[in-house]
């Protein structure tokens, strides 16, 4: 897998779409904190951008858009069922539920607790956790609360928070974290299903 070392903050601000305005802070060698969104993502969430980024399918001098990385849950579910051959019952089947894998973490800052999500990044990373989004289209003030209760109730997660296109006004996109063996709605099931196909 290629990668691009992001030495420089423009090769940061490359990855994300240039509507998006952003404060970004270098962390060294370690990478980036990318924070402050008013676009697409919530403005409370922070974007941790790895020195280590794959690159775009054009060139391996551009890194690749962070809106990339986001992946159908459906896709998921189609590939889950091709290797096991059986059907797994799941709350977010069919919803255009999106997914990114990576790791959360919390901490407090100038009297305010801060969330990051990061992309993995080898052994060293962190317990991998979800950041899924979805989408709602022209939503008014109780819809999208009547969407926020509904998920907290199904998975408790330690984040969620609600951000605008910033170029259709009429969408806005609902984000939360999650386990991942909170996408199966029997995960036993599931993780026993998997093992049987596991060779001999």
């Not at 280590?52 to 809106?67: G, L, R």
């Not at 928070?161 to 009429?170: E, L, M, V, Y």
Request: charged share 20%; proline share 6%; with cysteine.
């Amino acid at each position: 897998m290629s990668k691009f070392a992001l030495g420089r903050e423009e090769d940061v601000r490359r990855i994300f779409s240039a509507t998006i305005k952003l404060k970004i802070v270098p962390l060294g060698s370690n990478g980036f904190i990318v924070s402050g969104f008013s676009a697409v993502y919530p403005e409370k969430l922070n974007i941790f951008v790895p020195i280590d980024y794959v690159t775009n399918k054009v060139s391996n001098a551009i890194p690749a858009e962070f809106e990339s990385f986001f992946r159908p849950i459906d896709s998921y579910f189609e590939y889950f069922y091709r290797l096991v051959e059986a059907e797994i019952p799941s709350i977010l089947r069919g919803t255009g539920t999106e997914y990114i894998v990576g790791s959360f973490s919390g901490f407090d800052y100038k009297s305010g607790h801060h969330t990051t999500f990061a992309i993995p990044v080898g052994e060293n990373s962190k317990a991998s956790t979800l950041l899924c989004r979805r989408s709602i289209f022209a939503p008014d003030d109780i819809m999208i609360q009547e969407s926020i209760k509904r998920i907290e109730a199904e998975f408790r997660p330690s984040f969620i928070g609600t951000a605008i296109d910033s170029i259709n006004r009429q969408r806005w996109y609902l984000y939360w974290s999650m386990r991942p063996s909170q996408v199966f709605t029997d995960s036993e099931l599931t993780l026993a299903k998997l093992m049987l196909t596991a060779p001999q």
